[in-house]
């Protein structure tokens, strides 16, 4: 005869595995959270991307961007001042189209065995967790990697972190 007490271990196994994936309890299929009315939340397949900036020795510019189109950055214009705000649903959408795009794995530093080949040019990281880095010289005759290069131009023209190079 089993005891009673061993027969609650698998349902609380099963309400720990819950929380622990994300699972929740008491919200009807399809229910928003609060403020989030009227807008289309981030796919599970949906990724962040940063982009870290340099202008040869000058300060470093951060950027990043979630999967909801918001963005933070830090010495945008090189100008010491942070700036946030939201890409529009039109851009996000490319943007993740882009992020998702298999070619952009081929893109890697490591898969173009990426080397650095000028010194004193803008070079631009992307990262795109878990494992994507792409980085872009503005060398002079250096091919730029096609969907990192778009995401690139995207991300800049979209915010103050304008590529100047």
Aim: glycine content about 10%; proline content about 9%; aromatic content about 4%.
């Amino acid at each position: 005869m089993v005891r009673p007490s061993w027969l609650r271990v698998p349902a609380l196994c099963v309400v720990v595995l819950l929380a622990l994936t994300g699972c929740s309890f008491g919200q009807a299929e399809g229910a928003t959270t609060p403020g989030a009315a009227g807008t289309a939340g981030p796919t599970p397949d949906s990724r962040r991307v940063s982009l870290v900036q340099r202008l040869g020795d000058g300060p470093v510019r951060n950027l990043d961007v979630d999967p909801s189109g918001r963005w933070q950055c830090r010495d945008c214009a090189g100008d010491g001042v942070d700036a946030t705000g939201t890409l529009s649903p039109d851009q996000t959408r490319r943007l993740q189209r882009m992020l998702a795009d298999p070619a952009m794995a081929k893109e890697t530093d490591q898969a173009r065995g990426y080397k650095q080949g000028c010194i004193g040019v803008l070079t631009s990281t992307l990262l795109v967790p878990p494992d994507l880095t792409v980085t872009i010289q503005d060398c002079p005759g250096e091919p730029k990697p096609k969907v990192a290069y778009d995401v690139l131009l995207l991300v800049t023209q979209a915010t103050p972190a304008e590529d100047k190079g």
